[in-house]
């Protein structure tokens, strides 16, 4: 069964913004802490953003200042906005839910002139 699915992701120039969306499905999850990683090219994976299940965020130094994280419980669903988007920021995104290990299959952000 698909138990995260994301959506938001695509081709920005540096600079703009994209949305990321992962709608989860059940209802444990908005009672949880849930994450977002990506996987840079030639890169490990990486945390990029922790959202508790009272709306606590952290985020890595990376993108601090230019990304946050959120969520809508009532919708089942986690956001992370991208602002003043760089190349650097390319990669595929993924959805965590820590508790139980689940991972979205991950979505695509490339950002290019």
């Known amino acids: 069964q698909v138990r995260l699915v994301e959506s938001g992701g695509g081709l920005v120039q540096p600079g703009g913004s994209l949305r990321l969306s992962c709608v989860a499905v059940?209802?444990?999850?908005?009672?949880?802490?849930m994450a977002w990683y990506r996987r840079a090219p030639g890169q490990q994976r990486e945390l990029v953003a922790t959202?508790?299940?009272?709306?606590?965020?952290n985020y890595a130094d990376s993108v601090k200042g230019r990304f946050a994280i959120s969520r809508d419980n009532a919708k089942n669903t986690v956001y992370l906005q991208m602002n003043s988007l760089k190349f650097e920021d390319t990669a595929t995104y993924f959805c965590?839910?820590?508790?139980?290990?689940?991972w979205g299959q991950g979505t695509q952000v490339t950002v290019s002139s």
């Open positions: 959202i508790t299940n009272v709306g606590a965020t």
């Open positions: 059940g209802d444990i999850y908005k009672h949880n802490t």
């Open positions: 965590h839910f820590p508790l139980l290990g689940y």
